[in-house]
């Protein structure tokens, strides 16, 4: 197995360092933050928390490989790309393993987020076509006109705890492949993965430098987004981070998508297939404890159907294996102790505003796995749209429902949340489904389908506070925002259409 860490330390705990030119990289300031199996309960290992000098360093290991890896053929960058796709596919299951034990998801949903990145690696194995420019032939006599794209030079990204293999791979394949070189500071809380990519992508074939790991926490991303060798940043995580990035990082003349936080909106029709929608809402609502940007947190029933459809989701929630995720169990636990205690504190502000806990989470201890960090699925019913409950991102296993009279009551509800990422409308009329794509002010749209991830040819991203900046993720908006363009007019000495001495502004002709 490929090791991600640094040898233990005195005090018997190994440190994840960072990984620069090539090869892993010893911390020397001094500051670790634990890292957790949040099925056991238990720090297994720590994280090493960059300074400044280890900050310019990563820095400049990347800016050193940036002109010869953006000089390479489109070719023979697109070679890296194939092998680093037979390799990730060989290995996949060992890097599901380590986001298990620092994540908590259970292995299909690790091995799930593995594939969604891998379609990313394709994609970009496509360079040499995504990367083409435009060419006009004699726009005026004896000249064309044409474009081309290049590399933008060092790349930030920073990403957050719940995906911690897939986010970094929504960018990472199509900067590299596009010929830039990148720098990236994964969450402090399960950081192995991003070693883990950058190993693979050396026995891929990528040269030193061009894949940095940098680990870290604020002063980390404050160093990227300060830098002047830094052009770009890539931000995945909470709004108010992916808000201060956006603001800090354009003030320093950088390029910048900063992708937020969601409250995503099931709205379910009376026609509606109740056995779909309930199936639907408990894999959305509870799939990775809840702890996607794309889960659903509120049902919003239009009426009259909540009352059976919440019976349905009940008898399905009752069925689900909560547990230690290398089990074979179908939810696993929080990332850590905090962030569950925090999750479980809104079930008593539901109590307290009036709400109905139809199925509580809060007892929920696997047996033998007594100190995971633990929370059952939970659905709440009744929630007033006034209670934070409601008005939060949870990022939990809290499924909220809203009842509501009329389609238009319930998309009034949908377009006047803070966040707009993604949203599901389960209905068997095709002419009302067609009416919500229209009216709905949500990045991500799914008809029958709760988390519509967009595929990588398409791009990844909300409205609102869900993306700051006009580039989403990956796609064809991903290569525009890891490419700038140059438009060229070029004309040739041609003594048949020499044109002689003229002052007077270029005009066609
Ligand atoms: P987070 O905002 O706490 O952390 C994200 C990154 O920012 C981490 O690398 C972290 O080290 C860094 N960071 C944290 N505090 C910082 C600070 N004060 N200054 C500078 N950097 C800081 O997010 P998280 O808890 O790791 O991830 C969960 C959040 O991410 C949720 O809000 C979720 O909705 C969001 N998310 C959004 C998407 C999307 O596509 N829109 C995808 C995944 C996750």
């Keep these: 197995m490929t090791t991600t860490e640094q040898p233990a330390t005195e005090q ?96 299909s949903d690790a091995l799930g987020e593995i594939a ?12 040499p076509s995504l990367m083409k420019g435009e ?14 794209r290049q590399p933008l030079g060092v790349v930030g990204i920073i990403s957050p705890f719940n995906f911690p293999a897939m986010v970094p791979l929504w960018f990472l394949p199509i900067a590299i492949a596009a010929g830039n070189t990148v720098v990236l500071k994964p969450s402090e809380k399960d950081p192995s993965a991003a070693i883990w990519l950058a190993q693979k992508f050396r026995e891929a074939g990528l040269p030193d430098g061009v894949f940095t790991v940098l ?32 603001e800090t990082g354009t003030k320093h003349g950088k390029r910048v998508q900063a992708l937020g936080g969601a409250k995503n909106h099931m709205l379910v029709l009376p026609d509606a297939d109740l056995d779909l929608v309930a199936d639907n809402a408990i894999n959305a609502g509870f799939g990775s404890a809840g702890e996607r940007c794309m889960a659903i947190s509120v049902v919003v029933a239009v009426e009259p159907v909540a009352d059976e459809l919440i019976a349905k989701i009940s008898e399905r929630a009752a069925t689900l294996r909560i547990g230690d995720g290398r089990r074979g169990c179908d939810m696993g636990p929080l990332v850590t102790e905090q962030h569950r205690d925090k999750v479980a504190s809104y079930i008593e502000v539901a109590e307290q505003d009036g709400a109905e806990v139809v199925v509580d ?34 990022f939990g296993p809290v499924l909220s429902v809203v ?38 002010q949500v990045g991500m749209i799914g008809i029958n389908v709760p988390i519509p991830v967009p595929v990588a040819y398409y791009s990844f991203g909300g409205w609102r506070n869900s993306l700051f900046g006009d580039h989403k993720a990956y796609g064809a ?18 003594p048949a ?6 002052l007077g502004f270029p005009a066609n002709g």
Excluded at 139 to 148: A, E, M, R
Excluded at 479 to 492: E, P
Aim: no cysteine; hydrophobic share 40%; proline share 3%.
């Design 215 to 246: 680990n870290g926490d604020k002063e980390s991303v404050d160093g990227l987004l300060t830098s002047p060798d830094v052009e770009s940043i890539s931000f995945v995580g909470s709004t108010p981070i992916a808000q201060y990035v956006y």
């Design 12 to 107: 018997g705990l190994a440190t994840v360092g960072h990984w620069i030119d090539g090869e892993h990289v010893a911390s020397t300031s001094g500051r670790t933050a634990p890292v957790y199996d949040p099925a056991l309960g238990v720090v297994t290992k720590r994280v090493a928390l960059a300074d400044e000098s280890e900050i310019q360093r990563a820095i400049a290991s990347a800016k050193a490989a940036f002109p010869a890896w953006s000089q390479m053929s489109l070719a023979k960058r697109q070679q890296v790309l194939f092998a680093f796709r037979e390799v990730l596919n060989r290995d996949k299951a060992e890097l599901a393993e380590i986001i298990t034990s620092e994540h908590g998801k259970v292995t």
């Design 497 to 502: 259409v020499h044109g002689g001495v003229d």
């Design 477 to 494: 908006d991903g290569v525009s925002f890891f490419t700038r363009q140059k438009a060229i007019t070029s004309r040739w000495l041609d």
């Design 135 to 148: 060419f006009s032939d004699q726009v005026s006599t004896g000249i064309d006109v044409y474009s081309i």
């Design 116 to 127: 969604r990145g891998q379609e990313v690696v394709e994609l970009a194995t496509s360079i």
């Design 361 to 394: 989470g809060r007892t929920v201890r696997p047996e033998g796995d007594e100190n995971g960090f633990w929370l059952g699925p939970t659905l709440i019913d009744r929630v007033p749209t006034s209670s934070r409950v409601y008005t939060e991102e949870i």
């Design 403 to 440: 009842r509501v009279q009329t389609y238009e009551e319930g998309l009034e509800l949908i377009n006047s949340g803070a966040f707009g990422n993604g949203t599901a409308i389960f209905t068997n009329d095709g002419g009302a489904a067609r009416r919500f794509q229209r009216d709905v």
